[in-house]
C-alpha cells in the first residue's frame, strides 16, 4: 500500500473562512492548490494501490478456483477407486465364502463316501 497516509489534516485544503485582502486573493488561492493537488495526489496513490490490491485478489482468487477444480476431479477420481476397491473387496469376500462353502461340501461329501466305502468293506468282511 501506499507511503502516503490518508488523514483528515492532509485531506484539508480549505482552512478557514478568514476575511481575504485583495492583495493576499492570489496568495490564498495558490496555497488552496498546492494544498489541493497534494491531497489529490495522495487520494491517487491510495486509489492506486487499491486497484493493485484489488487485481492480486482477483489473480490469487482465480488460482484458488483452478486448484479447487483440481482438487474436486481428484476427490471424484479416488471416490471412484474406492467404490472400485469396496466392491472388489465384497465380491471376493463373497467368492471366497462361495469357494468355503463349496470346499466343506466337497470334504462333506468325501467323508459321506469315505464312511459309505468303510461301511461296505466292514459288511464285505
Do not use: P, Y
Request: glycine content about 4%; aromatic content about 2%; some cysteine.
Amino acid at each position: 500500500m501506499s507511503d502516503i497516509r490518508l488523514t483528515n489534516e492532509k485531506m484539508l485544503t480549505f482552512t478557514g473562512h478568514e476575511k481575504i485582502g485583495t492583495l493576499k486573493a492570489a496568495e490564498k488561492l495558490t496555497e488552496f492548490g498546492e494544498r489541493q493537488n497534494a491531497a489529490n495526489e495522495a487520494l491517487a496513490a491510495n486509489v492506486n494501490d487499491l486497484i493493485k490490491r484489488v487485481c492480486a485478489l482477483e489473480d490469487k482468487e482465480i488460482q484458488n478456483k483452478d486448484i479447487m477444480r483440481k482438487i474436486a476431479g481428484e476427490l471424484t477420481a479416488f471416490k471412484r477407486d474406492l467404490d472400485r476397491v469396496r466392491l472388489t473387496s465384497k465380491l471376493n469376500t463373497s467368492s471366497i465364502e462361495r469357494l468355503d462353502n463349496a470346499i466343506k461340501a466337497l470334504n462333506a461329501a468325501g467323508e459321506a463316501e469315505k464312511n459309505e466305502a468303510e461301511e461296505t468293506a466292514e459288511k464285505a468282511e
